[in-house]
């Protein structure tokens, strides 16, 4: 199989110094991309040998969508350096999103270019759903996860259609637990503070399991970091994301068994192997 090399190509369009020096890009999100491209190249009918186009401009789709996620929508003036982070993050997203309709169209990969704008737009229905229940207060942290879980796997469930039926199911099972996978790990990095978390798992768990005075200090975003660390080491939320992310890593293995030892899937799981390890060491020291 011709060597997986989706993440240095994207470089080319994610990589500005602009962006580097003034704002920061959400994680890249390479299990997923690395899996549609395994299954493209594998399984896919009547792809023409752009397996690896359709991956890249998946990519591009999916950051750019993350990266609008990322902005920061807190009110009030925080600072010329913030105001332009936004701005950067506003114009990187549309870039990134630009870029996908060019390269699918110099190839005059049409049907492609339909085939992701609707899952965009389905994505961006189900964001507002989401968004909805966030504003009402009214989500249990599960149903946020599996939700989120969901819209961080849509556009890649858009090319179901183009693999043999045979492999749609596995190819749908993996696609959710290496989706849960990436989510997680974000979800974790979420909890390093009260204004990132607020938007995340962590704040709706602690909503869920803290005591009326500590949902009041939530919802009225009165939390300090002070408090903040102390309601996540209280509520064991980071060993409960941390035992979500083993059990997903082990539905993964488990998906794999007949095939880890294939070169296409070598290596996948090392991030958040990786990851288990190094939060197994932080939580068991406090």
């Known amino acids: 199989m011709k060597p997986y090399r989706v993440p240095e190509l994207a470089e080319k369009y994610l990589n500005y110094d602009m962006i580097q020096n003034h704002t920061e890009l959400p994680n890249f999100p390479d299990a997923r991309v690395h899996l549609l491209y ?15 186009l359709y991956a890249l401009v998946t990519s591009l789709v999916q950051v750019g969508l993350d990266t609008h996620e990322s902005i920061d929508v807190t009110e009030g ?6 105001m332009r ?3 950067l993050k506003v114009l990187a997203g549309d870039y990134f999103s630009s870029r996908f309709y060019q390269l699918l169209a110099l190839k005059g990969e049409i049907a492609v270019i339909s085939l992701l704008s609707k899952a965009v737009s389905d994505v961006n229905v189900m964001k507002m759903r989401l968004y909805g229940k966030m ?7 599960e ?12 556009l890649f469930l858009s090319f179901t259609p183009l693999l043999e039926v045979s492999v749609q199911e596995t190819w749908e099972k993996l696609l959710k637990e290496i989706t849960e996978c990436e989510t997680l790990v974000q979800e974790m990095e979420r909890c390093a503070t009260p204004e990132v978390g607020r938007c995340g798992y962590v704040y709706w768990h602690l909503i869920e399991s803290g005591s009326e005075e500590e949902r009041k200090m939530l919802v009225g975003k009165k939390t300090d970091m002070k408090d903040w660390r102390k309601l996540i ?16 890593v082990n539905a993964v293995q488990l998906l794999l068994a007949n095939r880890a030892g294939e070169s296409p899937y070598a290596g996948m799981l090392d991030p958040f192997l990786k990851r288990l390890s190094t939060y197994r060491s932080v939580v068991s020291e406090g």
């Open 38 to 52: 395994i299954f493209l190249k594998d399984s896919g009918r009547n792809l023409a040998g752009h397996e690896e």
């Open 77 to 82: 003036n925080q600072g010329e350096a913030m």
């Open 85 to 87: 982070s936004r701005q």
């Open 135 to 141: 504003k009402k207060t009214l989500l249990p942290s």
């Open 143 to 154: 149903e946020y996860l599996r939700l989120t879980v969901q819209l961080n796997m849509q």
């Open 233 to 248: 080491l209280k509520h064991k939320v980071s060993e409960k994301l941390l035992d979500k992310l083993r059990e997903s």
